[in-house]
């Protein structure tokens, strides 16, 4: 690793040092002969706007259907949702599961979840409704 000094780039500076660097790991360099740049690393640090939540891509929702999940050893009816039904501020409880393309949320009994800006969720335990 050759670091390099901020300002502009001087190449003939940076094989110099390469040079340099050569010879300490491996006892001996050639500088007569052409180097090539295998990797270039950069590491910056800065601040940056936090970019606006994207809604979710549209694609057409599947209807609501139920199914049977063991929770805490008993078998209960539970509601299957498609993600891209749900709207923003939908609110519902569980027991229910929630399915995507990349993922799938599963909503125990006595917990709630909320459809937040963006396409989040934001699932909260309480009471069970």
Partial sequence: T???AEGPIDLDRVRAD?????KRQYGHNSPENRVEMANIRLAAIGRLDRPENAPPAPEAAKPDREREVYFGGQLMSTTVRDRAALA???VFAGPAIIEEATTTTLLPPNWTVRCLTGGHLSLTRGEQS
């Fill in 2 to 4: 050759i670091p390099i």
């Fill in 88 to 90: 923003e501020d939908t």
């Fill in 18 to 22: 390469f040079d340099v660097a050569y």
